[in-house]
């Protein structure tokens, strides 16, 4: 499913097959790099079925469906411009399909909101932000394998620094006034997630 709307998608805007391929074998290779666990092809997969769910109510589909492409492109767990670097290796990827100005603007703006995922004033980068936490709001079985990848994606750092900075993030989450900003969202996954983020914060010690 994965391909498939990928190549629908560039389909609007070329029709040399060299230059779809093309583009589809770099978003491929770059999420399918070894180091790489969570922010893979998988993740993407279950981001696209998330979305599905609320397509009705994205007023842009083309342009949050080049959000989930691009938006963790670029990913190092030692760098922290991964977001800027991905809103810009999308712009550069768009630009190859002579895509106007204010839907690779809109593209990058949603990719840099999942920097903090905060509340937007635009409808579609919420959905899509909420789209991207939605695994914090997966059965417990499901966050733990989450978490698992993660700590793997970030293997480099001992424990005592990993879990500082890991619970340092969580924090951050349960101290939103609302983890989820869109109603679909919130009201199926924001119970479950705090129970989760908290509870590995526990484990954490």
Known sequence: MLKNTFISLIANYTNSDILIDELWIDIEKKYSTKNRYYHTLNHLENLLKELLKVKGEIENWNV????????DIIYSSVNSNNEEKSAEYAEIQMNKLSIKVGLITSCKRQILATKSHSLSTEKDTNYFIDADLSVLGGSWEIYQEYCKNVRKEYSIYPDFIYNKGRKKVLTHFLEMKRIFKTDFFY????????QNLQKEITLLG
Not at 64 to 71: A, N, P, R
Not at 187 to 194: F, L, P, R, S, V
């Open 187 to 194: 009201k199926k996954y924001e119970t479950q997630a705090k």
């Open 64 to 71: 949050v469906l080049f959000t989930l492409y691009y938006h």
